[in-house]
């Protein structure tokens, strides 16, 4: 009847039998409410183009006896963007988390490893609350959330994102972006904020190459976890077995937008954002790279793509992804075709032209990729 853990593995929902009636009906008036979401019809994403491609994988282990770019690509973050709770830095990570709430007074959230499963429990007026956290989201180059999977009473995925999330910025812990600084009574309070199954989809989608889904349930054995191989260039079970002779060079065929798009499946297209929120004042939109991307100058007036400065089988770390050499493609003294900087300065392009932008009060920062000339207020290293 309830919202309940995934009955595909053994974890029940775990209710304490200090329950009280009142928290029956809550149950009782929540489980409505997660039908009632239902109904609304499904929201598919251009990023589910390839989640939902069953047939043609190859192992990706394979791609390593040919391909270069197989040897540094597991060290990016779309490499590492999810794990499964039990993987060694997300375990390490909920074991301090532990001792960190269990340090914050009057709190009543606790995660506990059960056996090699995590389970965060809450209490409010003698009632306790209890989810299994399933993955882990993020590389940790900026921040790690976890997320617990729920099946609701049509037999569809749900998901609770957990209140505590890890930062890079403060190696610690916060509440979790987006989630009310205080947490409401009601009984996922202290535990997080629950999401229907079309976000769930969404969630775990953005994050994952291959989401098995049917009628809503996702088939959480089969996920192939992280932003891989195939979820870019697609299934490769024909190529392999070719040595190589069946190819697609089907990203090399589109033109400047079509390539930004592809990217921006993920990372947001600039048509997603409302046009009043598209402005140099709202920083809420760095966190989109496309969208600033593609107002600035220097992509109108020429053909720059993502992949002018970015080589996404690199970590940002292995390509000198502060150098000069990503500005100096066009503005070098020696290319007629553009101007060099009329401030006349020679190098530290980003700190000036696309500083890092703080994301309200949470720990996180994202360099601005919208190309301009800025106002001296504006300017941070
Ligand atoms: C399927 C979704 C998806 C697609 C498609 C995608 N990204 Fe990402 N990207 C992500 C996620 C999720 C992260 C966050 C990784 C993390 O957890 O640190 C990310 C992170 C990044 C980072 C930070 C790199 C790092 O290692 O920390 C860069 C740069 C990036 N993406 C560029 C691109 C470019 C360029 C493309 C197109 C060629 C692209 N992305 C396509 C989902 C995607
Ligand atoms: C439309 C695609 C999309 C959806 C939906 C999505 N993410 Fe992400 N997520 C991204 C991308 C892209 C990044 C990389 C952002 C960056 O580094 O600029 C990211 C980064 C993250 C990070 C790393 C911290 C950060 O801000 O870089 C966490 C944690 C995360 N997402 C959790 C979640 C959770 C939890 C959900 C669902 C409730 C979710 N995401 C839904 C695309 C998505
Ligand atoms: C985030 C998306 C993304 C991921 C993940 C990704 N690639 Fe790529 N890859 C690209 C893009 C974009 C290009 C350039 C496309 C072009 O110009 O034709 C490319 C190009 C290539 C090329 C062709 C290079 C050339 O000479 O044109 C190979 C080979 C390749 N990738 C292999 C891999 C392998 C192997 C993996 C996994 C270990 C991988 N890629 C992961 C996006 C990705
Ligand atoms: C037995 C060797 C072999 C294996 C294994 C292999 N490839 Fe290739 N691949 C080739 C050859 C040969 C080419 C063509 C020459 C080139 O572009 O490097 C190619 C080209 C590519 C290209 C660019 C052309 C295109 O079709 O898009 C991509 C992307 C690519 N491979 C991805 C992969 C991925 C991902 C894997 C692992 C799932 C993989 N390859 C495994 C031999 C291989
Ligand atoms: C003119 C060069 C340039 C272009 C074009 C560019 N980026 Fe970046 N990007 C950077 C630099 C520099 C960084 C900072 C890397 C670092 O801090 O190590 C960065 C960082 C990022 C990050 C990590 C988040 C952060 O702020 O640390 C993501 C994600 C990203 N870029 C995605 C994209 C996407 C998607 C596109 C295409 C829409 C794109 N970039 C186009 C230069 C560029
Ligand atoms: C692919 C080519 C290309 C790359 C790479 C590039 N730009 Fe540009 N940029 C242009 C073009 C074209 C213009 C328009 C003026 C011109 O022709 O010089 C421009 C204009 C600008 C302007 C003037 C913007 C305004 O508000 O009027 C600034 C500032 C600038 N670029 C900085 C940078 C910096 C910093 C980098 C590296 C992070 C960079 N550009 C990388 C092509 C590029
Ligand atoms: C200390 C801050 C700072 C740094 C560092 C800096 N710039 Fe600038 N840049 C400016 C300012 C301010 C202007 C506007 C000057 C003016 O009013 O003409 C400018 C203007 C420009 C323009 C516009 C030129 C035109 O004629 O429209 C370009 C292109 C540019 N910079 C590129 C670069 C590149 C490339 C680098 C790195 C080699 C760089 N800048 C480093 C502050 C900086």
Redesign the pocket.
């Known amino acids: 009847m309830t919202s309940s853990p995934d009955s595909t593995d053994t974890f029940r929902w775990n209710l304490t039998s200090s329950i009280s009636k009142s928290a029956l009906l809550f149950l009782a008036i929540l489980s409505l409410f997660v039908v009632f979401r239902f109904n609304t019809s499904d929201v598919i994403l251009p990023a589910d183009r390839l989640q939902t491609l069953n047939s043609g994988w190859a192992d990706e282990k394979r791609c390593a006896d040919c391909h270069e770019q197989a040897e540094t690509f597991w060290e990016t973050g779309h490499a590492n963007t999810l794990q499964r709770v039990d993987d060694v830095d997300s375990k390490e990570l909920l074991e301090k988390l532990d001792i960190f709430l269990s340090d914050q007074p009057s709190n009543t959230t606790k995660v506990k490893n059960h056996d090699g499963q995590f389970v965060a429990s809450y209490e409010h007026d003698g009632v306790e609350s209890q989810v299994r956290l399933d993955w882990c989201l993020g590389s940790g180059?900026?921040a790690r959330t976890w997320v617990g999977t729920l099946m609701d009473s049509r037999g569809a995925t749900d998901l609770l994102e957990f209140r505590w999330s890890w930062y890079h910025g403060i190696d610690g812990f916060d509440i979790t972006p987006g989630q009310p600084l205080k947490a409401d009574p009601g009984y996922f309070g202290g535990l997080g904020v629950l999401f229907d199954a079309p976000k769930t989809r969404k969630c775990l989608g953005c994050h994952a190459s291959y989401l098995p889904i049917k009628d809503g349930h996702i088939d959480q054995h089969h996920i192939k976890p992280g932003v891989t191989c195939q979820r870019c260039h697609g299934p490769r079970k024909a190529h392999v077995e070719s040595d190589g002779d069946v190819r697609d060079y089907s990203w090399r065929n589109l033109d400047q937008m079509e390539s930004?798009n592809r990217?921006?499946e993920c990372?947001r297209r600039a048509e997603e954002q409302k046009p009043s929120e598209i402005s140099p004042q709202n920083s809420a939109i760095t966190r989109f790279?496309?969208v600033g991307?593609v107002q600035s100058p220097?992509f109108k007036n020429s053909k720059?793509?993502?992949l002018?400065?970015?080589d996404p089988h690199l970590s940002?770390?292995a390509q000198d992804?502060?150098g000069l050499w990503?500005?100096l493609q066009c503005h070098d003294e020696l290319n007629e075709l553009h101007t060099g900087c009329s401030a006349g300065h020679l190098d530290q392009c980003?700190s000036c032209h696309?500083p890092?932008v703080k994301m309200g009060e949470s720990p996180v920062?994202?360099?601005d990729?919208w190309?301009r000339i800025r106002r001296q207020s504006e300017q941070q290293p």
Do not use: D, E, N
Request: proline residues 7%; aromatic residues 6%.
């Open positions: 180059t900026h930004v990217c921006a990372h790279q496309p991307l220097c720059m793509t993502c002018t400065c970015h940002p770390q992804s502060m990503q500005c980003f696309m890092k920062a994202f360099r990729h190309i």
